[in-house]
């Protein structure tokens, strides 16, 4: 699968791990940085990342930085994504099944790297169920407030 | 304070619930619905709360559907909204202090009664950080996104 990664300094390290973790199971990771732990705005690289799955790039995307709060607002602005804040494998199960989730963030600071790990694998391996959580779905793309803006 | 409350029907319980604990500590507490458990859009309901808190009618917002997720993603959609999904009180400290969330989502199918006024507790008290957050934080408001859709 076709995956974007991108974090702030806090999740720099947790980044680079999950990255080859994810390149050591056959998928072609795409790292849109930050390349060192200097520090930077998490709403800088959830923008770059969520373009990058709204623009067929990456068929999903992991956002991190210290909570998964901040990055996980910024990618959800761009009605094209949806992303999920997630620290255990249930609500990673349902982010797909449920609410079709393309981009999953988490918090470097909150969980460690093997609960991480189960989290990106319940992620990429459960489908989307569809159903009556299409409509929802289809709303998600099509917010009020783009609108309101434009 | 002036809280709006939302949810989808699978956190009704929990809206009444917390709706009635935050209006008998002295909050003023618009429920924006559903007023009752017959199957809803969470897109729909998670809008409505995130105008009402952007146009100022609320100073916090709190979002509720089965997960946390799903509502949270159409929250967020709103780029003067900040809605963070917590499940224990240490995401809810520093979805305050780092990202000066103005909507706490929660999911009635994950945590319990409990866990979620603790975590509302702990939204409710703490103060935005200030300093770096700042920018950060400015950020989130002006989304690239929007201008495109423009």
Redesign the interface.
């Known amino acids: 699968m076709k995956i974007a990664i991108a974090s702030d300094h806090a999740a720099f390290a947790l980044k680079a791990e999950l990255s080859a973790w994810l390149a050591a199971q056959g998928h072609v990771v795409t790292d849109l940085g930050p390349d060192s732990e200097a ?1 930077v ?4 690289y959830g ?1 770059k990342l ?2 990058h799955v ?1 623009e067929g790039k990456a068929e999903r995307g992991v956002a991190l930085c ?2 998964g ?2 990055i ?3 990618v ?4 094209a994504v ?7 494998q ?2 990673a199960y ?2 797909r099944d ?2 079709d ?1 393309n981009v999953i963030a988490m ?1 470097a600071r ?1 969980i460690g790297i093997e609960q991480a790990k189960a989290c990106l694998t319940t992620f990429l391996a459960t489908p989307f169920g569809g159903d ?1 959580h299409v ?2 779905v289809e ?2 793309s099509n ?5 309101e ?2």
């Open positions: 520090s705005d998490y709403p800088d923008y969520a373009a709204a210290g909570t709060l901040g996980s607002m910024a959800n602005r761009n009605p949806r992303c999920a804040v997630v620290s255990e249930l609500s349902f982010s449920h609410n989730a918090g909150m009556r409509r929802r709303k998600l917010p009020p407030f783009a609108r803006t434009a």
